[in-house]
């Protein structure tokens, strides 16, 4: 038996053979179940021996989306389309697999699923160059206008639509080609959001400005996979929603086998008009964390990809934990990740309909008012007994609920429980509460009711009453599917599909509400929004984009096998968008001071600094005087091997300016507090020296750079695999999270920047304008490093 690290090791070198790029390769040895499934597709494909990028690039998104229900004809399809190369990109994939889904398990007709997915279609380039010309040519005038802010979407749209089968990423890179050859290279206007273009003329890019318009470079080098695959193609479609959803088992051996009527289906598909409609359905109490961000992903970007709806349904039935402050940022961060719910509502907008049908449960025997407490259900259950109440007259039953209702019961007297089967193996069918009586006022219905509904009585009505055609949700309500659909059934509802997925982890950090509640009530983060946290205000915050995290959720896609997800995905992520937007700033953590004695004391000179080093030719001014600041580690008053910044008799460039030849320094208490320097010009035809240092000179001659407060952040759990148990898990904090740095320098593009305001600082990160920042304090937050080996420290912890 080898060790889980061995069996690692080698489905990572597998997963290399077939090309997949290293860092994807070493997530998906790190997935137990999705190792296991790939690497049984790569056996089926017989391609354990390796194979090209592009063959492996398939196989990996079919682990993940290949049809469940259509399993047994994956060996079959993988050897004959993929290994063959018959089949050569995802569209092609994706309906194939589309077909192969409403197959199921019976017999497929190869032809059709050749002619449906374009098996043996050869694209030119030259076919490709053609069709994006015709494209570019038909929305030229609108190019022009538009330029970089076009919806390059709807191009890459119409290419398809002429050319169904060619490759996406090749229709992407000439149609990037072409715009750019009408467009030019971009200009700081095209980087600037399109609303707010007027009142930008001319300043620098302020609060979300330069940073949300996507550059097109960055995208052009995208020809990962996970881009063009479809994370949603396998969720069949409204109209398919007559299948048995469900066999629910009784304890007398019956089986109930639950599926739409046709009836109930032409109904439903009358009021949608067969549209897809899904629902995003948090329970307001909490801030929102990057878990809920891959449901918004799934709930939200299902419907967007097949123009749908989708509900931002507050599931608000527990008005104990629930509170206005908690809605409003609910919305507030969902509008931020760019999503707009077709409605908004509250399930407790329901609260009239769902007594209506329990007042039906009790009136058709399916369910009862039951007296006993919360200890004797519990016991009860364990035993599998019966409650006492369990068989009392449904009359009777309807006067207590009542009684309930109109508040002369005592809370915890009495529950409305459903009628379902005691003895059942699955424990959700043990008669579950539907309604508690609570005199606690709501936070959305105010004080209209004094009893409630639970979320198990609660979460599948309103999603019938909804006409919600897809319920998706994370993997720990699979056992809750018999008694959704249990309820549906008795009530004779239109039943909507039922899909569960895996939670999203992250390693380094907690994903609950319940232990992010504890770090913010308790004070071991400075709040909801703490940037150390994976709160959605929290990413926010530290500078993190939605894209960053759309992009994440994308790569991971949408996949029913657990496991945690490297924080190192997510940083790659941020980085990857960060880098196309951010405009780069000097600036000095920890200042030196550096004389320039061959200058005098008022030199002012401005040169010129990039905003995009070796990308594009904008520039903005940095001012060198007499005195200027360096970093602290960037001089050592004894020079050494391999060290290319300053030490004595030493040059170095000062970057964007000039260089500076090291002629002595000063110490006070075994500390550097001043180095001196001649400067010169870089002449023509000289080789620079190597060493480039950033830093900030004097805003005036004789004038101080304003300081300003840099916060950097480390990982808020020091294990990558945060303990469970108890209160342990507060164990693995982090002592050293925060860093504050709060003598930093830098030039007055930044100290001038507005809350929000995104920057590279060279060699240091990007980093993000902090809320607290005042008129006479600036805070940045460092948003992430700019290398990856700068986290190395993380590994093996
Ligand atoms: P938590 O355990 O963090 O409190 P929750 O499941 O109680 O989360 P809800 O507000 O009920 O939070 O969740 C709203 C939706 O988000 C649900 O569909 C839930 O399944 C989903 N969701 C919650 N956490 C995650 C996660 N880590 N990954 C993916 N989806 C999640
Ligand atoms: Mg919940």
Redesign the pocket.
């Known amino acids: 038996m080898t060790s889980r690290e061995d069996q690692e090791k080698e489905a990572e070198r597998i997963f290399l053979s077939i090309g997949l790029a290293q860092k994807t390769a070493e997530t998906a040895a790190s997935k137990k179940k999705f190792r296991g499934e790939l690497l049984e597709i790569i056996r089926e494909a017989g391609l354990d021996g390796g194979c090209d990028r592009a063959q492996g690039a398939l196989l990996y998104t079919s682990a993940s989306t290949f049809p469940d229900n259509a399993r047994s004809h994956r060996p079959h399809f993988v050897q004959e389309y993929i290994s063959t190369g018959k089949l050569k990109s995802s569209d092609q994939l994706d309906a194939a697999f589309k077909l192969l889904s409403s197959y199921g398990e019976q017999p497929v007709d190869w032809s059709k699923l050749e002619e449906a997915a374009g098996i043996g279609v050869v694209v030119t380039p030259a076919q490709i160059t053609e069709a994006v010309a015709n494209v570019v040519k038909a929305n030229e005038a609108q190019l022009l206008a538009d330029r970089y802010h076009m919806n390059v979407g709807k191009l890459l749209a119409a290419v398809k639509a002429s050319l169904k089968w060619a490759d996406g990423a090749k229709v992407k890179q000439e149609l990037d080609g072409q715009i750019l050859q009408l467009l030019g290279p971009k200009t700081e206007q095209d980087l600037v959001k399109p609303d707010k273009k007027k009142a930008k003329e001319k300043k620098p890019a302020k609060e979300n400005g330069a940073v949300t318009a996507k550059n097109a470079e960055t995208k052009a080098e995208d020809t990962e996979a996970w881009r063009h695959a479809d994370p949603y193609a396998f969720f069949p479609s409204p109209a398919d929603n007559n299948k048995v959803h469900t066999t629910v088992s009784f304890s007398d051996g019956t089986q109930l086998r639950i599926a739409n009527s046709a009836e109930k289906l032409a109904e439903h598909l009358k009021v949608t008009g067969g549209k897809v409609v899904t629902r995003?359905?948090?329970?307001?109490?909490?801030y929102?964390?990057?878990?809920?961000a891959?449901?918004?992903f799934?709930?939200f970007g299902f419907a967007e990809r097949y123009s749908g709806d989708c509900y931002l349904r507050f599931?608000d039935t527990n008005p104990e934990a629930e509170k206005q402050e908690y809605i409003d940022h609910i919305q507030d961060i969902v509008a931020w990740l760019g999503y707009k719910p077709w409605k908004v509502t509250y399930s407790s907008d329901y609260f009239a309909e769902l007594h209506e049908f329990a007042v039906q449960l009790i009136k058709s025997g399916n369910a009862y008012v039951d007296h006993q407490t919360a200890d004797e259900i519990k016991a009860y259950r364990e035993e599998r007994r019966p409650s006492p109440w369990r068989d009392r007259p449904i009359e009777e039953s309807l006067q207590l609920f009542e009684d309930m209702r109109r508040g002369v019961i005592d809370e915890g007297k009495a529950t409305l429980r459903m009628r379902m089967d005691p003895k059942n193996d699955n424990y959700n069918m043990f008669d579950l509460i539907a309604y508690r009586i609570k005199f606690t006022p709501h936070p959305h219905a105010g004080d209209a009711w004094c009893i409630y509904p639970s979320y198990d009585y609660t979460h599948c009505l309103v999603d019938a009453l909804e006409n919600i055609t897809h319920s998706?949700?994370?993997l720990?309500?699979e056992s809750r599917r018999a008694s959704y659909f249990w309820l549906l059934h008795v009530l004779d509802t239109y039943k909507p599909v039922v899909w569960e997925?895996?939670?999203?982890?992250i390693t380094h950090n907690v994903?609950?509400?319940?232990k992010?509640n504890r770090l913010v009530t308790d004070g071991f983060v400075h709040g909801w929004d703490d940037p150390r946290l994976l709160t959605l205000a929290g990413l926010r915050r530290r500078g993190v984009t939605p894209q960053a995290i759309k992009n994440l959720c994308q790569e991971i896609g949408i996949t029913r096998s657990d496991g945690e997800i490297h924080l190192h995905k997510l940083d790659h992520h941020i980085r990857a968008d960060l880098d196309a937007t951010s405009p780069r700033a000097l600036a000095v953590l920890e200042p030196l001071r550096l004389v320039l004695t061959n200058l005098p004391t008022d030199h002012f000179q401005a040169f010129d600094a990039k905003v995009f080093p070796g990308r594009a030719e904008d520039t903005y001014p940095v001012s060198l005087t007499r005195v200027v600041y360096i970093a602290a580690e960037d001089f050592r008053d004894v020079d050494s091997k391999g060290y290319f910044a300053l030490a004595p008799q030493k040059a170095c460039m000062l970057k964007y300016a000039g260089i500076v030849t090291c002629t002595g320094f000063e110490k006070s208490g075994g500390k550097v507090t001043e180095v001196h320097a001649e400067f010169n010009p870089l002449k023509e035809g000289d080789k620079p020296p190597k060493g480039v240092l950033s830093w900030v000179g004097q805003p005036a001659a004789g004038q101080e750079p304003t300081m300003f407060e840099a916060r950097l952040y480390d990982v808020l759990f020091k294990t990558s695999s945060v303990a469970d148990t108890g209160d342990e898990w507060l164990d693995d904090l982090n002592p050293g999270s925060l860093t504050v740095k709060t003598g930093a320098v830098s030039t007055p593009r930044i100290t001038q920047a507005a809350p929000g305001t995104r920057f590279q600082l060279e060699r240091l990160g990007y980093f993000c304008v902090d809320p607290d920042t005042t008129p006479s304090k600036l805070v940045l937050n460092r948003t992430c490093t700019l290398k990856e080996t700068n986290l190395a420290a993380l590994k093996g912890k």
């Open positions: 995003f359905p948090p329970e307001p109490n909490g929102l964390h990057i878990g809920h891959k449901a918004m799934v709930d599931d998706l949700c994370t720990e309500f997925y895996a939670r999203l982890n994903l609950s509400k319940r992010l």
